[in-house]
């Protein structure tokens, strides 16, 4: 099993600072690495897939980079929408996908 | 807009069976493939499986003895069956499109395992 780690477990934002997320994976993913948002009460929505490419609607300060094992969703500027939970999640491992724990993000 | 939809009950009772069904709507189920995915309360995600919509299946090796994805395409509908519950299957469940990237999810649903 390919097992995921994300950092920091919470960071304290205000808006228009910039974010910085990490994602360690425990081998290589190659570039097969997602990120989700996710609000409370909500079904995760996806960010970014094969590590830096953004998905259909979503803003470009959201931006992902990395390849491997170490992988980093950046948010150039905060907005007050952003304040949320971030998965990481690999799908290299096509017979057993995994999330990492996940990053808060609050004020 | 592709929307999908979970239905099926709430609470179902130790050692039965769950069983659940995703609706998609605004599209069709063919040449897609189709996922489950829960949430503990509070908790991380964790894959169930998938399905290709011509009935190919794919389960997480740790639920695989209890899961089943299957698929009714004159409905567009993607069913999950969890049997032997128990309270560490009470969760969120989502289905999603995808079977690496998951680009549309349904809300989800809550099923609470309790007696």
């Known amino acids: 099993e390919i097992v995921l780690t994300q950092s920091p477990a919470t960071l304290s934002g205000s808006p228009g600072e910039r974010a910085t997320l990490s994602c360690r994976a425990s081998q290589s993913v190659g570039s097969n690495l997602a990120w989700y948002q996710q609000k409370p009460g909500q079904a995760p929505r996806l960010l970014i897939s094969g590590a830096s490419n953004r998905a259909t609607g979503i803003p470009a300060r959201f931006s992902g980079s990395g390849s491997g094992t170490e992988f980093t969703l950046t948010i150039s500027s905060l907005q007050s929408e952003d304040f949320a939970v971030y998965f990481c999640q690999q799908y290299y491992n096509w017979l057993l996908f995994t999330f990492g724990p996940g990053t808060k993000v609050d004020i | 807009q592709v929307q999908l939809q979970e239905s099926g009950p709430g609470l179902v009772k130790p050692s039965e069976t769950l069983s659940l069904t995703c609706t998609v709507s605004?599209?069709?189920?063919?040449?897609?493939?189709w996922s489950w995915i829960r949430q503990p309360p509070g908790k991380g995600l964790q894959w169930i499986g998938y399905?290709?919509?011509?009935?190919?299946?794919n389960y997480n090796p740790s639920l695989k003895s209890r899961v089943t994805i299957s698929v009714d395409t004159s409905k567009n509908q993607v069913s999950l069956k969890l049997s032997s519950v128990t309270a560490a299957d009470t969760a969120v469940y989502y289905c999603?499109?995808?079977?690496?990237?998951?680009?549309?999810w349904g809300q989800g649903t809550l099923v609470t395992v309790s007696s």
């Open positions: 999603a499109r995808g079977m690496g990237d998951f680009d549309h």
């Open positions: 605004g599209g069709s189920i063919g040449s897609y493939y």
């Open positions: 399905l290709y919509y011509g009935g190919s299946t």
